[in-house]
């Protein structure tokens, strides 16, 4: 059969070299990688027997089989499974099927430390590349079912393959490595030692179903009388989580987590659930201790293994899951589902639909006891998936309170501790009656804004939602204990008492006829930009802010929506204007020294009076009163504006502009 040869990807060769060379401390574990993909094919196989009537493979004797040869110092991982064509050794064999790979090499680069690096290794499922850490050659032999060709791969790893057919391969895949010489510094063991071998397995493959069968301990290949050594399995085959707690280690059941998310570190948390009666299941779910990198990108599988009665029937069964906890990793085995079922089918199926809702009831009261009882671990929790958890808000009312219920935030009580609503509720001032928030990019942002202002004068606590999905859960959320959710930034704000209410109330109205006519006139004059100027009570400090009506879509949520190709009216927000502040009182004064009142030639109409009384002398701050202005106090009118608009972390229509006007200005006063 003819030969053809490849040249590795340049990723892929970068790959290569770093793991032969490698800070990869822990080279036992290329056995478990290749064994975890031999139990991936039997799993295949047997699903794909169950699907399609016309694969009439014998599925009687599944297994996986590890076979040494001292002499030739060579080992082989063979399983008769699933197989490849052709066609798949050259594509998922041949390059490094993972569109993170130029990433994954970058960090594992500037990683300092073999932990890391191994973590970086487990999240990109290079699983089969771990061999070139122990082998100089190694040779892949497989045959698809149902077809009758075989495809051999071989490489020492240094930058070419070969690919060529075969017509004698058995169906399943061996993969033989032809080992270095063992270097103990090197961490680098005899593997082809049947202690080794099955240290290896019982560290991190007991738990797999299939039986690993590996010939009995001999000093010599073949007994006295010239028969074969007996075949024995070495691992136990039991299924973890049909067996008690009290028989499973902490150790078993975080193998049991590496070999089903492929990742490296152990789990945050461990779930264990057991439903009997009329429908019968087990499941064992994990969460994870750290997010995955693609956690947030468009594609990243989710869902937990599907088994029936033990039988492999799905990987990230989606219907088991919901979207908000699609980094919970785990297996599901029930008793009662047909073993010939599809994704569809269980989108439909009520026994799925049962599973699914107790499953996530089942999560959120884990993390909330680990929130009371395990307060750091919660913290890790929260760090690594609070923002994906509060996606749910959007989309799982059932469990709606109990998503609030483990949410924490961040507040303007303390700069380093989070608080749930709970906590807040509690602390809430006399006669308070919401629970006060603001969104923003970050901390720092909200905290510097003129909206805070007001708040920070008082003392009253103020949310700080810093996330994305923020912007959108509050909108949805009404309420929490009978408590209404109010943005600092929309709306009007009233923070007095009663009493302060009566103490201040001479003074607001007396404010408001001295202001009518600025505000009339900034309304007019801002009109293509702002609905309404009016007088703030938020504001202590700044000149001016934006402020939305109370049911305005926020700018971050309109530029989110427009982001995503999805078009936006554009909104006229609400100027207010800080009375105190004398940039504003300056702006009314010179307002009001410009204004005039429009003067008429005709003689004043019988009885009426010629001469003018007090009130109409100080028609001029009268907002019924038509005035001119020049264009410097236009200008002032814009410029405030503009500021305000910045500090609310908007965009300019013309920046260009406002930097002239204001370049102007400044080299007025110098």
Not at 542 to 567: F, K, W
Request: with cysteine.
């Amino acid at each position: 059969m003819s030969t053809e040869t490849f040249e590795f990807q340049v990723e892929a060769r970068q790959l290569l070299q770093m793991m032969i060379h490698s800070i990869y401390s822990n080279k036992d574990v290329f056995l478990r990688e290749l064994i975890s993909n031999a139990s991936d094919a039997l799993d295949k196989l047997r699903l794909e027997v169950l699907r399609d009537d016309g694969l009439r493979e014998d599925t009687s004797d599944l297994h996986i089989a590890i076979e040494v040869d001292k002499k030739e110092r060579t080992l082989t991982v063979r399983d008769n499974g699933i197989g490849m064509s052709h066609a798949d050794v050259v594509q998922l064999i041949g390059t490094i099927a993972n569109s993170g790979t130029a990433k994954f090499l970058k960090e594992l680069k500037e990683s300092q430390d073999a932990g890391t690096s191994e973590e970086l290794i487990g999240q990109f499922g290079v699983g089969f590349y771990s061999s070139f850490m122990v082998a100089d050659e190694v040779t892949l032999l497989t045959r698809r079912a149902g077809e009758s060709q075989g495809t051999r791969w071989e490489s020492s790893g240094e930058g070419t393959y070969t690919v060529e057919s075969v017509d004698d391969a058995p169906q399943g895949t061996a993969v033989t490595l032809r080992l270095k010489p063992e270097d103990a510094e090197d961490q680098l063991f005899d593997y082809t030692s049947g202690w080794k071998i099955r240290e290896i397995v019982k560290r991190y493959s007991d738990f797999i179903t299939w039986p690993i069968k590996m010939a009995a301990e001999s000093s010599d290949d073949e007994s006295v009388d010239g028969t074969p050594r007996e075949i024995e399995t070495i691992n136990s085959m039991k299924a973890l989580w049909a067996r008690s707690r009290s028989e499973v280690t902490d150790a078993e059941y975080n193998e049991l987590y590496k070999h089903i998310s492929h990742d490296w570190t152990d789990p945050l948390e461990t779930i264990r659930m057991q439903a009997e009666g009329t429908f019968e299941y087990q499941a064992l779910l994990f969460i994870p201790t750290h997010a995955p990198q693609d956690l947030f990108m468009q594609g990243h599988k989710r869902g937990v293994q599907l088994y029936v009665k033990r039988v492999f029937i799905m990987d990230e069964c989606e219907a088991l899951m919901p979207e908000y906890l699609r980094f919970v990793k785990g297996v599901v085995d029930a008793q009662d589902l047909s073993l010939n079922v599809s994704r569809e089918i269980l989108q439909q199926d009520r026994q799925i639909q049962l599973m699914h809702r107790r499953l996530v009831k089942k999560v959120l009261s884990t993390v909330k006891d680990m929130k009371s009882a395990h307060p750091d671990r919660y913290l890790t929790f929260w760090k690594e998936f609070g923002r994906v958890v509060k996606e749910g808000l959007l989309s799982d009312f059932e469990n709606r309170d109990a998503i609030l219920g483990i949410s924490s935030f961040g507040t303007t009580r303390d700069a380093e501790e989070l608080t749930s609503l709970s906590e807040y509720v509690e602390r809430m001032k006399e006669g308070q009656q919401h629970i006060f928030y603001m969104t923003g990019e970050s901390r720092s942002a909200i905290e510097s804004s003129p909206h805070m202002e007001a708040f920070q004068a008082k003392g009253i606590e103020v949310l700080l939602l810093t996330d994305p999905v923020d912007e959108v859960w509050v909108q949805s959320v009404p309420e929490f204990e009978g408590k209404q959710l109010l943005s600092i930034a929309k709306g009007e704000v009233d923070l007095d008492t009663e009493e302060e209410k009566k103490e201040v109330e001479a003074e607001r109205e007396k404010q408001q006829q001295d202001y009518a006519g600025l505000l009339n006139w900034m309304t007019k004059e801002l009109g293509e930009d702002v609905k309404e100027v009016r007088l703030s009570s938020r504001l202590t400090v700044s000149p001016a802010c934006i402020v939305g009506d109370t049911h305005d879509v926020t700018p971050a949520l309109e530029n989110m929506y427009r982001a995503m190709g999805q078009e936006v009216p554009r909104i006229k927000r609400i100027l207010e204007l800080n009375p105190s502040h004398g940039l504003v009182s300056g702006l009314r004064k010179a307002h009001a020294d410009q204004a005039a009142p429009v003067t008429s030639d005709a003689a004043p109409a019988e009885g009426e009076a010629d001469a003018t009384d007090d009130s109409t002398a100080d028609a001029t701050d009268n907002s019924t009163v038509d005035t001119t202005v020049d264009a410097g106090l236009s200008e002032a009118a814009e410029l405030l504006y503009g500021m305000a608009l910045l500090a609310d972390g908007g965009e300019l229509s013309d920046p260009s502009r406002f930097i002239k006007l204001m370049a102007d200005r400044l080299a007025r006063t110098l």
